[in-house]
């Protein structure tokens, strides 16, 4: 997404947690912890939000957190905060006049104990803070030397009165203005080790504690520090990671560093570790708060040990975008979170206290196993309200099955398919209660896998189907059997410009064909380039069930279908190109400005090079005839209308029998058949279907985000409310747009009064859903690629599917 521009940093999306549980050790012997005791650790939590000393006669628009730090007890960083310009104000010469920026200090409960702010009467700038280990506050400063005009570099400690009491001056072998410092770091024996902007890596540097320049930190390899350097039995490490030309195969590296020289030496591969985002070093070893929990590392194991679990506590986990934890001791912990705003315009620092509690307040609630593939936020929200609810019998506990040990980045050679590792657990008596977006999974699809929901949704514990669209559960049936139950909603398919081409929702290979044959004569293309092996996937779509029959291990892909679709997909693939461009740029004004709703950027140079620009940029000028896309939300689907020319129409992408737009489950929860509490799941899943949880898990008007509302008056009722917030932001930004230039190339659409019967029409005309088939289909992918090349048949490559695809299914 592109923001304002105005000094927003990025953060690391943590889209879903990691939360682990003791597997049952025999199939008919469930070991696994099921009614929570009063013994069970249990953390208290207290979550306060750090606010920026802001000036209250003024209007905010932008914050931003710099960089923050914990030590003693406290709580200080830097920020950037940007207010609303005048009426009148020029925003090219006038801005810097709203825009403050400084150094906060924070108490355990929130309060600003003190706020320095960066220019100073004298003109000198702070640069970075940190604190060290007596608990001083140290900030790296510009000094003015107002009588050259000219800053030089120096380290001041103030105590905790804000006085100051040492000063030392760099001896910089560079200008001040030649070096863009951000980060400052205070080594226990007093070397102070300085951060910044280099090319093409963050760069480092080394000061005695007189400030005499020792090196800059540089490896022969092309690795880089990724994280604070510490010291361990008297010697300096640091985790490093790859440079781009680095062909180790090793990813996070824990590597020495001869602080005389600067150099990286040659380290040790740290595969315990996931991310460096949150490593903290403390007197009694290396710890990492990541979405999983709070672990701490064991180099001479090289193994994550679990401290605490965030199934141990009740926090919101979706505020948990980037933390650090700071340990006091086993029974104490301080966490801060940084969190952005839905546009990015806003970014929140929060300090999460978390303290053991003696007893356990959820005792004699019985405990839910949840197993997903990539948990959502919206799932996690729901979690979070309901787990906190005292009234409820049960406790959601989960496991995120693509974040598992052996599957986490740098790692995968080592790991197993998640997928696969999920199907050996059911079948081996050690799966979860209940499967959380596994839809579409056809190898799961099968009553000695998953239980069929339709008896429990007519049961006298059930749902009325009248009240629902019906005909999405009905889509998701296989064989008459619904193994999973969409909780929320998207739809897939083609967006086509409806000027250059007339179809039906549900039309054909053959029905493509006659429709290319109609296009301008070389004005307008088909579809942006995209891989023949994309293609063939969206050719196949959901009729894949008509070659594959895990129940009864049968495979049947020499067919008339199949050979149309591998052949389409020649025609109208590109063999070489990697990538199918699926989004367009798009963009927002501030978060009071535009709530969250995106607009598409055009006519920016700063993309004139980005491939998915330009080919955003062919489907708004009526360049490219069709998009292949999802729609999850209103707000999407109303942009992705007016991202062809204004002229957009949903339709299925074409297919040899002709789908249709076919449903996917934004989420979707299913039961285990070898659950020994299949009435305490169904319990737990009817309860995603109330109003309140319907409306709570369907608001999202963000891109891939909640998906439709599977009740239809929820559906109604956002759907409305969506309507009249986009047509809200459209006039704010229409009025606003002529005073700030940040907006002039993001184009905002209005919302059709006739939105809402559109969706419906499409919504209720679905009766296929999205079909994933896992590694089968990547042997389809992989036998396909000859024929792509042309240097063998259809017939060939179809044979060859067979084959290699009935060992599979004949393995499940």
């Keep these: 997404m592109q923001g304002l521009g105005k000094r927003v940093c990025g953060t690391v999306l943590v889209l879903s947690l990691f939360l682990g549980c003791t597997s049952c050790k025999k199939k008919d012997k469930d070991g696994r912890r099921r009614e929570v005791k009063a013994s069970d650790p249990y953390f208290e939590s207290e979550l306060i939000e750090l606010k920026l000393p802001a000036d209250a006669t003024q209007e905010v628009e932008i914050t931003n957190i710099e960089s923050v730090g914990y030590q003693n007890d406290k709580v200080i960083l830097n920020y950037y905060i940007g207010y609303k310009l005048p009426e009148g104000a020029d925003p090219m010469i006038d801005v810097y006049d709203y825009v403050q920026t400084g150094t906060a200090t924070y108490d355990l409960k929130g309060n600003c104990v003190r706020d320095q702010q960066s220019t100073d009467e004298s003109g000198s700038t702070v640069d970075a803070t940190c604190i060290d280990k007596d608990g001083n506050t140290v900030a790296l400063m510009g000094i003015l030397n107002q009588n050259l005009f000219k800053y030089t570099t120096a380290v001041v400690w103030m105590n905790a009165e804000g006085e100051e009491i040492k000063r030392v001056d760099l001896d910089t072998p560079w200008e001040y ?8 770091q205070i080594l226990p024996d007093g070397k102070i080790v300085l951060g910044g902007t280099g090319y093409p890596d963050y760069e480092y540097y080394i000061f005695d504690e007189q400030g005499k320049f020792i090196s800059n930190v540089f490896s022969t390899d092309h690795r880089s520090i990724s994280g604070e350097i510490f010291i361990q039995d008297g010697k300096y490490y640091a985790l490093t990671t790859p440079g781009e030309d680095d062909e180790s195969g090793s990813f996070y590296v824990i590597s020495e560093i001869d602080m005389s020289t600067g150099e990286i030496k040659k380290g040790k591969d740290a595969k315990g570790i996931r991310s460096t985002q949150s490593i903290i070093v403390t007197e009694d070893g290396i710890y990492s708060s990541t979405s999983q929990g709070i672990s701490k590392y064991n180099m001479s194991t090289d193994t994550m040990e679990e401290v605490l679990d965030w199934n141990q506590t009740d926090v919101d986990r979706t505020i948990l975008d980037s933390i650090k934890c ?22 929140t620092c929060y300090l999460l206290n978390l303290k053991r509690a003696e007893k356990n307040p959820h005792v004699g609630q019985k405990v839910l196993y949840v197993g997903g593939l990539e948990i959502p936020e919206s799932f996690y929200e729901y979690m979070y309200s309901y787990n906190s609810t005292p009234e409820h019998e049960l406790r959601i506990e989960t496991i995120d099955y693509a974040l598992s040990e052996d599957m986490t980045m740098g790692n995968q050679e080592a790991g197993q398919d998640p997928i696969d590792k999920l199907y050996l657990a059911i079948l081996s008596g050690e799966g979860p209660d209940i499967l959380l977006n596994f839809d579409g999974y056809l190898q799961f699809f099968d009553e000695s896998m998953l239980v069929d929901l339709n008896p429990y949704i007519d049961g006298e514990k059930g749902l009325n189907r009248s009240e629902f669209f019906d005909n999405i559960f009905r889509s998701m049936e296989v064989d008459g059997k619904l193994y999973q139950a969409p909780v929320t909603f998207y739809l897939q398919g083609c967006m086509i410009n409806s000027d250059v081409l007339h179809v039906d929702r549900n039309w054909t290979l053959d029905d493509l064909d006659q429709a290319v044959r109609s296009l301008p004569d070389d004005e307008v293309s088909l579809l942006s380039p995209a891989p023949c092996r994309f293609l063939l996937e969206k050719f196949v779509g959901s009729e894949v069930v008509d070659y594959l029959d895990y129940p009864k291990k049968q495979v049947n892909f020499s067919s008339e279908g199949m050979v149309k679709a591998l052949e389409e997909a020649k025609k109208y693939g590109s063999p070489n190109t990697k990538i199918y461009y699926v989004s367009a740029v798009y963009g927002s004004g501030t978060e ?15 993309f004139a090079e980005d491939e998915g620009y330009k080919a955003s940029m062919k489907l708004y000028e009526g360049m490219t005839a069709m998009h292949l896309t999802q729609v999850w939300n209103v707000a999407e689907y109303n942009m992705m209308k007016n991202l062809l020319a204004e002229k957009g129409k949903l339709v299925g992408c074409p297919t040899f029998k002709g789908e ?15 659950t020994k509490y299949k009435d305490e799941a169904w319990e737990l899943i009817r309860s995603f279907y109330t109003e ?6 369907g608001e999202s008007y963000q891109m891939r985000e909640g998906g439709f509302a599977m009740r239809k008056t929820v559906f109604d009722e956002v759907c409305v409310n969506t309507v009249e917030k986009i047509n809200r932001v459209y006039d704010r930004v229409k009025k606003d747009a002529s005073r700030d230039t940040d907006l002039d190339d993001t184009k905002y659409f209005r919302a059709d009064e006739a939105t809402l019967d559109e969706l419906h029409e499409i919504v209720e005309g679905v009766h296929c859903s999205v079909k994933i088939v896992g590694s089968v289909w990547d042997i389809i992918g992989e036998e396909a690629e000859g024929y792509f090349a042309g240097s063998r048949s259809a017939e060939d490559v179809l044979k060859n599917i067979d084959n290699r695809a009935r060992q599979i299914v004949q393995e499940k």
Excluded: C, W
């Design 592 to 606: 009071a400005l535009s709530e969250g709703i995106l607009g598409l950027v055009v006519d920016n140079e700063f």
């Design 177 to 184: 203005d030649d070096k863009m410092l951000s980060s400052i």
């Design 326 to 347: 700071y340990p006091k001791n086993q029974d104490e912990f301080h966490v801060i979170i940084q969190k952005h705003s839905s546009s990015y315009d806003k970014e």
């Design 692 to 697: 309140e949880a319907q409306r709570e898990l």
């Design 660 to 674: 249709g737009v076919t449903a996917g489950s934004g989420i979707s929860l299913s039961i285990v058949a070898s």
